[in-house]
DNA sequence: AAATGTATGTCAATCGTTTAACATGTTTGA
DNA sequence: TCAAACATGTTAAACGATTGACATACATTT
């Protein structure tokens, strides 16, 4: 592929000129710029990115860990990320860790070789590892991250609290939460303080049932989810982890012939595509995670220019009702 | 941070030295190894990748240009392809173009820019736009590209056939098509015409609906497939040209009040996630994304070292027999 | 006429590696 | 004992840009 001195010897000036004009530097006579970008055009000239990063001491990539492409959730946030990138001019690196502490801090490293201009990163070894000295910002997303610059995440205690006020305000009086892993600090288990704070102020005292497996995608919790209506068949709400396991959920409820909302009332979390592609659809929890992808990439831009950002930046949640209640 | 520079000082060698202990190149005795080894440890050191593909003339890293990110085939097939990129030491850089000819072009021109060792493209601007001269190469994904070294698909025209079958002989007279775009060469238009063969087989003609929209996520095929329904109410059989389409189409008998799949069966295409999170689950056509992936990703590898490879990779597809049929 | 500012362009160091070409010993084997 | 092979390490030129320091020429001011 052409070079900056192929276009330079094309047009018969020094490679520091033609640098000018490609990056708009210094005074360049108009003359000389349309002869250069003629020069470019006809060798068919793409600046070296891989040059360039080396001799600015920076690059424009983003690396993003996360623990899963696949789930709904997170291809969402991923397809926002992409997108707010781009408008900010970043690339996009892409790494998927499945939760795994180890792939996690090889992929760490792998942004650190490749000077990414900051990290978002969705760990699950927030306890287990520090990260420091990265020389790039880092972003938690959804998790707190000691090492990290700033978290971005939303208020998962608002939505459990919204989650269990529509449910009770519908009629319900035995309502269950229902969901995947939930150590401390993650989001279900924030999610899961909210919703028994308030079904505490209403005075009832809801079951909580938590996965046995937590995969992501690898398991079905329908059969689960089966037992556990069985094993408490008054239950007439379900708050859901996510809208996934909300969709199983219903079909669970389909199974026994329970029937949604009759007889049973469901809330999800997230509001993603799952939940708009059941019968009924889902009433959810609608994460912003538009705005806060975006919050992601302004964060490391802030931070690169040498601001100072907040260390949390925390998103409302809001109810979006649909047919399950 | 650290450069091979700062390591040489430390242990008093060349750098020349130490980058050959970095590289498993040429004879290094056991204590010089671990002498560098040690001060690497010491100083945190860790190779700048830049750099290194600077020198090396080539990257680890392959593009991907997808139109959606979200959609839960491409969310699949994303998550595919990264495993398959990390078996093989490739990092994946994300596009999303979302079917805009202009955005592929950029992204192509920005994988350039990068020298990506590869450049995995899902095009929906096959025949706008010619690549060539790209220095690396061109797999194009379930689309015939001219300019790519390699296509990898699915064969659709099989996926529509064996839907026909599976709905005639589980008693369909009046089955129908239901997809999105359908222009000549991509997928839907080969599924179609798999689809109308066998019926015809069959001595069957089926109806064929194209929804108006085409915006992969942004649009809900209900309302359309509601109308669609009403006008023609003796169709008892729908294939649908994605299990999203498939979920849609559930949810449009459900309102209807028709019973699937009693009255009306359906057949999805894809095998992906929401497929299993209806009620009744979809039986549907499954694509070996993960196998397409990793012939992808090594087509790619094959490619630049130099082999030839086949300029096609068609995939057979199989029947999944769920619950719409 | 000297000083200042504007306009145009060249030079060479630098970014952090890789790698071919050398230099210099030390073993071995015939 | 001499050459070949082995072992260890150095040097310096790439790779393809960026960028500060210069050089030169002309037009205005003062």
Sequence with gaps: MA????????????????????????????????????????????PNEVARSLSRQRTSTIGLI????????????????????????????????????????????????NRVAGLIICSDSVRTETFSNLGFPLISYERYLDSSDACVLCDNEEGGGLAAKELIERGCRRPAYLCGRSR???????????????????????????????????????????????????????????????AEAIQAASVLGIDVPGRLKIVGFDDVLPAVLTSPKITTIRQPVKEMAKACIELIDKKNSGESVPSRSVFHVSLVRRGTT
Excluded: W
């Design 66 to 113: 996360m623990p899963s492409i696949e789930h709904p959730y997170f291809a969402r946030l991923i397809s926002c990320l992409e997108r707010s990138a781009y408008e900010r001019a970043y690339k996009i690196l892409l790494f998927c860790a499945y939760g795994i502490p180890d792939q996690e801090k090889k992929f760490v490293e792998a942004c650190r070789s």
């Design 3 to 46: 070079t900056l001195k192929d276009v330079a010897r094309e047009v018969g000036l020094s490679v520091g000129t033609v640098s000018r004009v490609l990056n708009n530097r210094g005074y360049i006579s108009a003359e000389t710029r349309a002869n250069v970008r003629a020069a470019m055009q006809k060798l068919d000239y793409q």
């Design 184 to 246: 401390v600090g993650m989001p279900a288990d924030m999610r899961k303080d909210g919703f028994l704070n308030v079904c505490r102020q209403y005075g009832i005292s809801p079951e909580t049932y938590l996965f046995e497996a937590d995969r992501m995608l690898d398991v079905q919790y329908c059969p689960e989810i089966i037992s556990f209506l069985k094993e408490h068949p008054c239950t007439d709400g379900l708050f859901c982890g996510s809208d996934v396991i909300a």
